[in-house]
């Protein structure tokens, strides 16, 4: 594993850790849970579920003679709304395992983020990357988890229990420090 080292005479804070599906599974089940787009995503899954469940609820009704025929569909169309997000949190798992079998291979694997003066320095079994301190859109932490967003639908993933170098709450306070400096 290479080491990224573009600042010299100062002292860089970096994190060497490794991920597994399970780590990217965690990430999409935080994001579809708390981000907008995530929330987004779920209301117009429920919307179109509900709609077809309304739908499919419909036909069975068409042979009754009295108002109350809607209220079959309205519960039909209620329930699948209801069922849509636990539905799409258990097909997370599925989705990442798919994408990953497709040659979505960048979130698994060894990674190291390294604090330059400027940027933070991102390297992988898959290459590198730098993503200015003022650019990053959102640090979110979970017990197991540091997510750090730098788009505001992808992040590096970092697996607590999983580094194998460096201390993470250094790192994440040094990181607050540069993301504030950056936007001072």
Same mark, same amino acid.
Do not use: C
């Given at each position: ?5 573009? /600042? ?69 169309? $209620? ?15 599925? $989705? ?16 190291? =983020? ?6 933070? =320095?991102?390297?992988?079994? /898959? ?30 993933? $970092? ?15 040094? =990181?607050?420090?540069? $993301? ?5």
């Amino acid at each position: 594993m290479p080491s990224v080292s573009r /600042t010299v005479g100062a002292a860089m804070e970096s994190l060497r850790y490794e991920t597994e599906l399970e780590d990217a599974v965690a990430f999409n089940v935080f994001d579809v849970r708390t981000t907008d787009s995530g929330r987004s995503m779920q209301r117009r899954g429920m919307l179109t579920a509900g709609t077809l469940g309304a739908i499919a609820g419909l036909p069975l009704p068409a042979y009754m003679h009295s108002t109350a025929y809607l209220a079959f569909p309205v519960a039909a169309g $209620i329930l699948a709304a209801l069922l849509y997000r636990p539905f799409l949190i258990s097909e997370i798992p599925k $989705i990442v395992r798919r994408q990953h079998a497709a040659g979505g291979r960048g979130a698994v694997g060894w990674h190291q =983020l390294t604090l330059d003066q400027l940027a933070l =320095l991102e390297e992988s079994e /898959t290459g590198s990357q730098t993503t200015k301190y003022s650019a990053l859109h959102r640090l979110a932490e979970t017990q197991d988890h540091v997510f750090l967003y730098i788009s505001p639908t992808q992040a590096h993933i $970092i697996p607590r229990k999983k580094v194998t170098l460096g201390d993470v709450q250094r790192f994440l306070s040094e =990181l607050r420090d540069r $993301i504030r400096e950056g936007a001072g």
